[in-house]
């Protein structure tokens, strides 16, 4: 199964796709979606995150998809024009066809570092440990590979859970 995790950003949208067989993850590729618009409207960053990430999902055809919660920070304003950029990672998914699992950032942290509240740095040295030889094209990418990783252990904790009810009824 092909997964894609996303680290929603209206700045940097970081992207990454993996291969999970059985309990294998394998390295498909990463990226980060830079908003064009250097004059501030909005609208047209969205639509700039939108295409881009229009196009990683037409290049790898993911099967899965989850993205990262955003955080509540001090500057509401901030925080909302994250939420309208998460927007457009829950969007695109389902224009494929795509249920979206969601995550937050320690339940992300905690699948694949082990604590809830590890550092960026740790979170990016757990990845490489994940998926060896992974070259990462920057911090939202490591993140976003790390989505993908926790929603690929929620799947397989799925199917194990569904497989053990149905050998129980």
């Not at 250097?38 to 790898?60: K, M, N, P, Y």
Request: glycine share 10%; hydrophobic share 50%.
């Amino acid at each position: 199964m092909r997964v894609i995790g996303i680290d929603p950003g209206l700045r940097n949208l970081g992207w990454g796709v993996i291969d999970v067989a059985g309990s294998r993850l394998t390295h498909v590729a990463n990226g980060i979606c830079h908003s064009a618009g250097e004059d501030g409207d909005l609208a047209q960053r969205l639509l700039s995150l939108h295409s881009q990430l229009t196009a990683v999902f037409a290049a790898w055809q993911p099967e899965a998809a989850a993205v990262e919660h955003t955080f509540v920070n001090k500057d509401a304003v901030a925080t909302l024009k994250l939420g309208q950029a998460r927007g457009i990672a829950l969007l695109v998914p389902a224009q494929f066809g795509l249920a979206v699992g969601e995550y937050a950032p320690n339940a992300v942290k905690k699948t694949v570092v082990g604590v809830g509240h590890a550092a960026k740095v740790q979170v990016d040295h757990m990845v490489k440990l994940h998926l060896p030889g992974v070259k990462i094209a920057g911090a939202d990418a490591a993140d976003a590979l790390a989505v993908a990783i926790c929603h690929a252990h929620h799947l397989q904790s799925a199917g194990r859970l569904q497989a053990a009810m149905r050998a129980a009824g």
